[in-house]
Each structure stands twice: as structure tokens, then as C-alpha cells.
């Protein structure tokens, strides 16, 4: 499914920053990819300039842009204006494979990317895209994708439960904990444990 705004992004006086990304070698045989990319916000039209003209080097004029809807912020504009006359057309697909990105050249030739999402750590984020670049990779982007995704999970998790010990270690207590009675401790002061009746006894 499509999806457009009809907006065109505004090109921006600064140059593009140079993108973070890694491409495969031309002719290495079919691949699900042709590489990665690892942009530094969700905002395309800040990101992608930068990425057109690096992709321009490979097969000729970028003409087209294919975005996943849901790996960017909301503007989605259906034009991105690279400076002078020449605008490059965007399309939105909400069906789009997650972390997919296909830019399309003047030539017909295409080029496949995984899109790191910005929030990755800089290790994961590298190790994705070399993955994504190398010759013989076999997974497509949204294996790619969650990996990453899962592997700065598996981090935060570590992360929380260092940051639990340690305050547990310094004097913090879980509610779950407050809540347990210790049947270790005396009951109040100078009074004692109150035992269940006693029932009648056997007949």
C-alpha cells in the first residue's frame, strides 16, 4: 500500500553530512541486499540527501526512493529537492519489509539496503552492516533488523539488572520483597504468635 503526503521536503543550505553506509562490490551475484545504512535521525529529509548522492557514485542518477512507513518520523514527503531542478521522487509503503530501503536509478538498476535505526549502538550498528555488504550474505533486511533489535535488548536487560544489584546491594528493596512477611521475626513486643484454635478432637 502507498502512501504519500504530497509534500515536498525543503532542501537545506548546509551540505549533506556524509552518510554512514557500506555497500557491497558491483557483480559479486544475486543478493538479498546491496548493503547498509545507518542514519543519524528518523528524519528524511535531512537523511536521505546525503545517501542520494552517495548512491549517485554506483549505478548513475538516483530517480526514485522506496521508504518502509514505519522506520521513519511522520513527515513522509513524496519529493525530496537535491538543488537546481533535479527532484527525487519518494514512495511510502506501509506493506515495506521492515528496515528495507530500494533506490532506484535513471538506468532501471536498483540498490537494496538494510536501514539501522539510529538508536543502535555504534558496535551492532557496524556489525549489521557489514553484514548486510558482505559476499554471500543470504538475510534479507528484516533478519538483519532484529537482530540488531534483539541484541540491544539483551543489552538493556544486562544493563537493568547490574543497575537493580547494585542498588539492591546499597540498601534498595523490591516491593515484591516488603510485601513477603519473614517469618524469621517475633511477632510484636511482649505479646505472642497468635495460633489457630484448637478443633475438636478425633470422635
Known sequence: MLSTTGREAPASQAPPAGPRLLLQPDHVGPAPLDGGWWPRSADPAA????????LDKRHGRVTRVMLGAADWNAS??????????RVVRLGWFATMPAGLLIAIYASGQRTDLVTI???VRDQDASAAMEQAARAG?????????????????????????????????????????????DRTQPGPAGRAPRLPAAGPGPS
Open 117 to 119: 535505526p539510529p538508536s
Open 137 to 181: 550474505n543470504r538475510e534479507p533486511a528484516p533478519a538483519i533488523l532484529g537482530a540488531v533489535t534483539a541484541a540491544g535488548a539483551t543489552t538493556r536487560k544486562e544493563s537493568g539488572s547490574r543497575q537493580l544489584g547494585i542498588w539492591e546491594w546499597e540498601g534498595g528493596h523490591l516491593r515484591d520483597h516488603q510485601g513477603t512477611p
Open 76 to 85: 513522509r514527503p513524496s519529493r525530496l529537492r537535491m538543488g537546481g531542478s
Open 47 to 54: 537523511e536521505l540527501p546525503g545517501l542520494v548522492l552517495a
